[in-house]
T-cell receptor
Framework: QQQVKQSPQSLIVQKGGISIINCAYENTAFDYFPWYQQFPGKGPALLIAIRPDVSEKKEGRFTISFNKSAKQFSLHIMDSQPGDSATYFCAALGGSNYKLTFGKGTLLTVNP | DTAVSQTPKYLVTQMGNDKSIKCEQNLGHDTMYWYKQDSKKFLKIMFSYNNKELIINETVPNRFSPKSPDKAHLNLHINSLELGDSAVYFC????????????FGSGTRLTVV
């Protein structure tokens, strides 16, 4: 049972474009939704996170949109840059044992 | 000044061997984790320790045994290694149940031949 579903699996965007990655969750006990960025050979690094009491959070070019009723959240990367090319993971914290459960990841490629 | 450090970074070993991976965090966090990332990059939690106490033990073969000598260290020992154990293993730490996210190490790439 996959508790956090992420799409698309891969995404190619031109420099300056908007990258959008979507996630959906099933467990209403989740109460913290972070996004992680992973470069090759590195560990996942926390990028931005949101709690279910707000619908949007923005940090620089990165924005999370959160829809509690639909149990969906998404990452928007504005003015995408080649340096943003990485694998992005959505995650949800909570549920049994109160652990961080990850989506399957999205490989983002930003072409110059 | 590395927050979560793992050693070794690479580990190549033969089937049937026993190996250990070490992890240390200097963030003062109270909880540490082991995650496995498979060839498709899927991250799955294996174990979690809070102040040296095991609190999460997912469905992992008992060939895998975590040990936490203190709250800054969490080691992973693997007995009788199998080809399917090949993966990248990440250590992570958090404070307050992860309310501010987990901090991950840079991973140990284990290859079983």
């Amino acid at each position: 049972q996959q508790q956090v579903k992420q799409s698309p699996q891969s995404l190619i965007v031109q420099k300056g474009g908007i990258s959008i990655i979507n996630c959906a969750y099933e467990n209403t006990a989740f109460d913290y939704f972070p996004w992680y960025q992973q470069f090759p050979g590195k560990g996942p690094a926390l990028l931005i996170a949101i709690r279910p009491d707000v619908s949007e959070k923005k940090e620089g070019r990165f924005t999370i949109s959160f829809n509690k009723s639909a149990k969906q959240f998404s990452l928007h990367i504005m003015d995408s840059q080649p340096g943003d090319s990485a694998t992005y993971f959505c995650a949800a914290l909570g549920g049994s044992n109160y652990k961080l459960t990850f989506g399957k990841g999205t490989l983002l490629t930003v072409n110059p | 000044d590395t927050a979560v450090s793992q050693t070794p970074k690479y580990l190549v070993t033969q089937m049937g061997n026993d190996k250990s991976i070490k992890c240390e965090q200097n963030l003062g966090h109270d909880t540490m984790y082991w995650y496995k990332q498979d060839s498709k990059k899927f991250l799955k939690i294996m174990f979690s320790y809070n102040n040296k106490e095991l609190i999460i033990n997912e469905t992992v073969p008992n060939r895998f045994s975590p040990k936490s000598p203190d709250k800054a260290h969490l080691n992973l020992h693997i007995n009788s290694l199998e080809l399917g154990d090949s993966a990248v293993y990440f250590c992570a730490s958090s404070q307050d149940g992860g309310a501010y996210g987990y901090t991950f190490g840079s991973g140990t790439r284990l290859t079983v031949v």
